[in-house]
């Protein structure tokens, strides 16, 4: 598709797939430039592009849609800044809000969309649906009290870590250094011994990253509101939920091994259903104002 390489071929690429509108997500297998993308490169499979589109579905955009997933935020931000200059056009991105609304600004336009927390593993990976999924894997009716006391211990515990490690990571970002985020969320927990996060493995963290950033480091707004559990990597919360489900079920019932990508799948299903029975506010307002510049009815 070499005619994609002009701003007209990225605008026409919907009609290719018989699509209202093209729409780019991170994700995927691969990490690709803005040239792959004009290329008419896309990565073949990614969560990230699953979640978008059922969520847009759930919350009212029921026309086709072409998804295609390039895996880099940085291309993202690329064509982010296409659609503002009037370059593109039947074009949308839905990327992770990350910490871009803390450190650095978020684009605004109804065709730049994106999730309500730091990625969609803050939305999915929630206490509410945590306790839920163990309840569907333990086959419970009513949650014993020793079950209910050690979700909610492993929440509140995490909230008091969480609301530091959130500020810290704005810190570390102010001079574009990453924090937790530039590592995996399960090297914080280990659901088969503790449904809790590792404080060893946090110092450890700290003490490896702090002769990266410049001292004094300036403490963000007091005022700021960052929620341990929307604000922080999303990866991290993953991880903590992951944790809880195992420690849970190898603790209370006689799973010991819980394959993560069906785990996966399974949280991302009941968020679906949550939010087709009951609509979410944020997700339904973008949706609807996408709808709205693209002269669709919601």
């Known amino acids: 598709m070499a005619f994609l390489r002009t701003e007209s071929g990225l605008s026409n690429l919907r009609l290719f797939y018989d699509s209202e509108i093209v729409i780019f997500t991170e994700g995927g297998e691969r990490s690709l430039s803005i040239a792959d993308v004009e290329g008419g490169a896309c990565n073949q499979s990614s969560i990230d592009a699953v979640f978008w589109r059922n969520v847009l579905r759930a919350s009212g955009y029921d026309a ?5 997933p390039v895996g880099s935020k940085s291309t993202l931000n690329i064509i982010c800044q296409k659609i503002l200059d009037g370059e593109i056009e039947n074009v949308a991105i839905a990327a992770d809000r990350d910490m871009d609304g803390v450190v650095g600004g978020v684009y605004q336009s ?3 969309m994106y999730t309500k927390g730091y990625s969609w593993e803050n939305d999915v990976f929630t206490k509410e649906l945590t306790q839920k999924q163990i309840e569907s894997m333990l086959l419970l009716v ?12 492993a929440y509140a515990n995490f909230e008091v870590i969480g609301r530091h490690l959130a500020r810290i990571e704005v810190l570390f970002r102010q001079q574009g250094v990453r924090f937790i985020s530039e590592c995996g969320g399960e090297r914080f927990f280990n659901g088969k011994k503790s ?19 410049q001292r004094p480091l ?10 341990p559990l929307m604000s922080n990597y999303g990866k991290l919360i993953k991880a903590l939920s992951i944790a809880v489900i195992t ?8 799973i010991k091994s819980i394959p993560i ?17 009951s609509a979410d506010e944020y997700y339904t307002g973008i949706t609807h104002d996408l709808l709205s510049d693209l002269g669709m009815q919601s």
Do not use: H, W
């Open 218 to 227: 300036v403490s963000p707004n007091p005022q700021l509101d960052l929620c």
């Open 64 to 68: 086709q849609i072409e998804f295609r």
């Open 247 to 254: 420690y849970v079920c190898r603790t209370f019932g006689d």
């Open 142 to 153: 009513n949650v014993p009290a020793q079950v209910q006391e050690t979700i909610e211990d």
């Open 195 to 213: 449904p809790y996060i590792d404080k060893g493995q946090i110092a450890k963290l700290i003490n490896e990253k702090k002769t990266l950033v």
């Open 261 to 277: 990508d069906m785990l996966t799948s399974s949280m991302l299903e009941r968020f679906i259903r949550k939010i087709e029975a």
């Open 110 to 112: 109804p065709r730049i």
